[in-house]
């Protein structure tokens, strides 16, 4: 919760002598138990939904603590305010109260559209707030398109569980979409957000969200949903375009991913692996990587290896890219083959 612990204590706050300072989360929610409902509710529609659940979870932790703590506390916080500004704060109330004063109501209004820096998607920012079931029943009678831009502003994991709840067919044609979506339209932002309004869901943060979408987002899904259901869309999505699933496929494992194998696994796939495609491919690893697959070889081997790759010097990246595209085909031959296991979550890889 780097914003809410961050503004309370950070190094260079001194505890008393003899103390041990009180941890970030804590001095946080010490403060937070200090201010009125009024200014602590302010300050939570600031956080964004996680930061809220520890937070509010921390001060039930620190309700019973003593004044000298709580003198701690306010001494950090006067240390960190001599040193930070507060004229961002309600920047915007600020400005438009002096232009209405200064130049009417009318014309406050027609400056501030042209001046004032816009926030798209603000109440967008609701679907952070709602759970899976609630964004479900959102969309389920939406047209496929607008329920694959919902997906396109959410979590993996938020909108795996999402399509999961809904119906088989329309989860194949949402994976579609989010697969192929290009720039969401403002008029599809506003559609949402009707919709969010419709369901008496409004934003309880500022800001606006991103949105993204295309292959590494369904791949990023697909990675999280059960296999067979996972293996019954891309089928689906085969059928409609079999470069757009195939791209999902490539995404759904890549080479920095074969950390994830075990050593055995590993090894497994190693030792069939030629060195002409090892040394490329290693030579563009991470060195967590490089140094796992060296250690499920032999010394020997790990040794000519790592000789020949800094023998070779720099190397084409269209080479790396190649090389790696060979190893990660060449797991995936081996896991349908049933000679390894690949993916997360103990499933393996479709």
Known sequence: M????DTVMEDGAAAPEGRRPIPGQQAAAILMLLFSEEQ???ILTRLEPEEVRQLSE????VADIGAEDINEVLDMFIDKARNR???GYKAEVQIEGMLKRALGDRRAETMLTK???KKPGGGIEALKWMDPVEIALLVEHEHPQIAAVVLSFLKPEVAANVLQLLPPEAQEDVVFRLATLGP??????ETIEALLVSQGATSRGGGGSSSSGGTSDAAAIMNIINKRESQRIIKAVTKRDKDIARRIEDEMFVFADLIRLDAKDLGT???SIESKLLVPALKGAEDKLRDKMFGCMSSRAAQSIADEIADRGPMPMSEVIEAQR?????AKRMADAGDIVIGGGGDEYV
């Open 85 to 87: 500004t507060m004229l």
């Open 40 to 42: 602590a509710a302010e």
């Open 115 to 117: 001046i004032a820096p």
């Open 326 to 330: 060979a190893v990660v085909q060449a």
């Open 269 to 271: 796939l190693v030792r």
């Open 58 to 61: 921390m001060m039930y932790t």
């Open 184 to 189: 969401v339209s403002q008029d599809a932002i």
């Open 2 to 5: 780097p914003d809410a612990t």
